[in-house]
């Protein structure tokens, strides 16, 4: 299971962090990673100035905005083909 | 045993009536709690003004240690007269309750005190006097933890008088209404919303007289603690979260950074829940051991607006809409614990500041979160709760 953890700390959820979720819930089972993927929220992973930062297991994502979430479940995805 | 009295208040007016004839005060003093309804003559500007002054009177008098013969004597000998009726008019409840739970319930021509305790209307012991020849009640009582006390205007009792029903809603039936009410484990303050409900619906929706009702509530005192946001000194995370963890009662916290700090000083783990999400209020989360964490500055900023918005609508208390125990936002929440479920609320306020929030997303109220908890604390003190603030 792959831990992606969105930020809703007060910066995070200012700069738009449900609007990330939401666009997560939307795209993953279009990219057929329901099974895969476990989608969490987070409180203030630290990167406030950077918001919207998403954790995706130890890698941190900053200035995150919905349109760059496909681009995240992408590169998921590949490595997950990868390591297969 | 120390108990808490809350009180909590809603009106009818009359069908086209801008102002209410009824009118409720209540006063909180160092060690007892005072509410004063008043129903003045007829409807309109002149029953409010006299209803106000009575109320105005009697809880300004009381609070001053007068006793209650003076206070009749001096509204008997204040309000105006009405030149029609040639009489000075205004009916009155007085109601004190302390800290120990001694109770005296003073009534003149009001309908008769509903005493609720168990599940079951109680009749108090009572004995009359008269004070310039107004006739009035006296009750004596020790009021226990449980008990609900409503007082409530004739437009209650005679709602839907001649409509919907015919002999109108009568004391016995609002009487049972309160007990199956209460039966069913609702807040005094969502009974007094019921109750005000329920009259208006009898009512068509156009009252015919100006209907009061005045719930209150006596409970053990419960204390809730909310820590707000880091320590300006790190080195005493530990501390602060040692003395959260060490209070009595119910425990929140607000801010994420905040809530980090608490559960690293508790070996515990976040779980944050995305089942549901709300816009504008960030989600909460859970630590074990906290009764509710939040996010900081947004969900304090949107509980202040909801208080705010609840005073500017009945003016001096907080009955809850009801709808709020649903809400699921940590806003709602919040506003939920600290009106409904706390009587003493003690603020841990950090002053520590977020860069980025100074910089980039708060500029100007970054620093503001002891402004906002000092305007909350204000308004749940105006509504009668006992409130503490210390800054670290
Ligand atoms: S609020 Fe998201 S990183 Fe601080």
Same mark, same amino acid.
């Given at each position: 299971?792959?831990?992606?953890?969105?930020?809703?700390?007060?910066?995070?959820?200012?700069?738009?962090?449900?609007?990330?979720?939401?666009?997560?819930?939307?795209?993953?089972?279009?990219?057929?990673?329901?099974?895969?993927?476990?989608?969490?929220?987070?409180?203030?992973?630290?990167?406030?100035?950077?918001?919207?930062?998403?954790?995706?297991?130890?890698?941190?994502?900053?200035?995150?905005?919905?349109?760059?979430?496909?681009?995240?479940?992408?590169?998921?995805?590949?490595?997950?083909?990868?390591?297969? | 045993?120390?108990?808490?009295?809350?009180?909590?208040?809603?009106?009818?007016?009359?069908?086209?009536?801008?102002?209410?004839?009824?009118?409720?005060?209540?006063?909180?003093?160092?060690?007892?709690?005072?509410?004063?309804?008043?129903?003045?003559?007829?409807?309109?500007?002149?029953?409010?003004?006299?209803?106000?002054?009575?109320?105005?009177?009697?809880?300004?008098?009381?609070?001053?240690?007068?006793?209650?013969?003076?206070?009749?004597?001096?509204?008997?000998?204040?309000?105006?007269?009405?030149?029609?009726?040639?009489?000075?008019?205004?009916?009155?409840?007085?109601?004190?309750?302390?800290?120990?739970?001694?109770?005296?319930?003073?009534?003149?021509?009001?309908?008769?005190?509903?005493?609720?305790?168990?599940?079951?209307?109680?009749?108090?012991?009572?004995?009359?006097?008269?004070?310039?020849?107004?006739?009035?009640?006296?009750?004596?009582?020790?009021?226990?933890?449980?008990?609900?006390?409503?007082?409530?205007?004739?437009?209650?009792?005679?709602?839907?008088?001649?409509?919907?029903?015919?002999?109108?809603?009568?004391?016995?039936?609002?009487?049972?209404?309160?007990?199956?009410?209460?039966?069913?484990?609702?807040?005094?303050?969502?009974?007094?919303?019921?109750?005000?409900?329920?009259?208006?619906?009898?009512?068509?929706?156009?009252?015919?007289?100006?209907?009061?009702?005045?719930?209150?509530?006596?409970?053990?005192?419960?204390?809730?603690?909310?820590?707000? #946001?880091?320590?300006? @000194? !790190?080195?005493?995370?530990? &501390?602060?979260?040692?003395?959260?963890?060490?209070?009595? *009662? +119910?425990? /929140?916290?607000?801010?994420?950074?905040?809530?980090?700090?608490?559960?690293?000083?508790?070996?515990?783990?976040?779980?944050?829940?995305?089942?549901?999400?709300?816009?504008?209020?960030?989600?909460?989360?859970?630590?074990?051991?906290?009764?509710?964490?939040?996010?900081?500055?947004?969900?304090?900023?949107?509980?202040?607006?909801?208080?705010?918005?609840?005073?500017?609508?009945?003016?001096?208390?907080?009955?809850?809409?009801?709808?709020?125990?649903?809400?699921?936002?940590?806003?709602?929440?919040?506003?939920?614990?600290?009106?409904?479920?706390?009587?003493?609320?003690?603020?841990?306020?950090?002053?520590?500041?977020?860069?980025?929030?100074?910089?980039?997303?708060?500029? #100007?109220?970054?620093? @503001? !979160?002891?402004?906002?908890? &000092?305007?909350?604390?204000?308004?749940?003190?105006?509504? *009668? +709760?006992? /409130?503490?603030?210390?800054?670290?």
């Amino acid at each position: 299971m792959i831990e992606i953890t969105v930020c809703v700390g007060s910066s995070c959820y200012l700069k738009g962090a449900y609007e990330v979720i939401k666009e997560f819930e939307r795209l993953i089972p279009l990219y057929g990673l329901g099974d895969q993927v476990e989608l969490k929220a987070g409180f203030c992973l630290g990167r406030c100035a950077e918001a919207v930062t998403v954790k995706i297991e130890d890698k941190y994502f900053t200035s995150i905005a919905p349109k760059d979430v496909a681009a995240l479940l992408e590169s998921i995805k590949k490595n997950i083909l990868k390591e297969d | 045993m120390k108990v808490f009295t809350e009180v909590f208040a809603r009106s009818l007016n009359k069908r086209g009536e801008e102002l209410c004839g009824d009118s409720v005060e209540v006063v909180q003093s160092e060690d007892s709690i005072i509410a004063v309804m008043a129903d003045g003559l007829g409807s309109g500007v002149k029953a409010n003004i006299l209803s106000t002054l009575t109320t105005r009177i009697a809880s300004t008098m009381i609070r001053n240690k007068a006793s209650i013969e003076e206070v009749v004597k001096t509204i008997a000998n204040t309000l105006p007269v009405c030149r029609i009726r040639k009489i000075a008019y205004s009916t009155f409840s007085i109601l004190e309750i302390n800290d120990e739970g001694e109770g005296r319930l003073f009534e003149f021509d009001n309908p008769p005190v509903i005493y609720i305790r168990s599940g079951k209307v109680l009749e108090l012991p009572r004995r009359e006097f008269r004070v310039e020849d107004k006739k009035i009640l006296e009750y004596n009582f020790k009021a226990l933890a449980g008990d609900k006390i409503f007082i409530v205007s004739d437009g209650v009792i005679h709602a839907g008088v001649g409509g919907l029903l015919n002999l109108g809603w009568q004391w016995s039936n609002v009487a049972n209404y309160l007990e199956r009410v209460e039966k069913r484990g609702y807040y005094v303050s969502e009974m007094v919303e019921r109750l005000i409900e329920t009259c208006n619906h009898l009512y068509r929706g156009e009252p015919g007289d100006d209907a009061t009702v005045v719930g209150v509530g006596v409970r053990e005192s419960e204390l809730t603690t909310v820590l707000v #946001g880091p320590p300006e @000194d !790190k080195s005493k995370d530990a &501390e602060v979260v040692k003395k959260l963890i060490a209070s009595k *009662g +119910k425990k /929140v916290v607000c801010g994420g950074t905040t809530a980090n700090i608490v559960a690293r000083e508790m070996g515990k783990e976040i779980i944050t829940k995305l089942d549901y999400m709300d816009p504008a209020v960030p989600p909460t989360a859970c630590i074990e051991g906290i009764d509710l964490v939040t996010e900081g500055l947004i969900t304090l900023t949107k509980c202040l607006e909801m208080l705010r918005n609840m005073v500017n609508m009945y003016n001096f208390t907080l009955p809850l809409p009801k709808e709020i125990r649903k809400e699921k936002d940590g806003a709602s929440k919040l506003v939920d614990l600290l009106v409904n479920r706390s009587t003493h609320i003690s603020f841990m306020v950090g002053r520590a500041v977020n860069p980025a929030h100074r910089d980039v997303y708060f500029p #100007g109220v970054a620093g @503001d !979160k002891v402004r906002i908890v &000092e305007e909350i604390a204000q308004i749940l003190k105006k509504c *009668g +709760k006992r /409130v503490y603030i210390e800054l670290y």
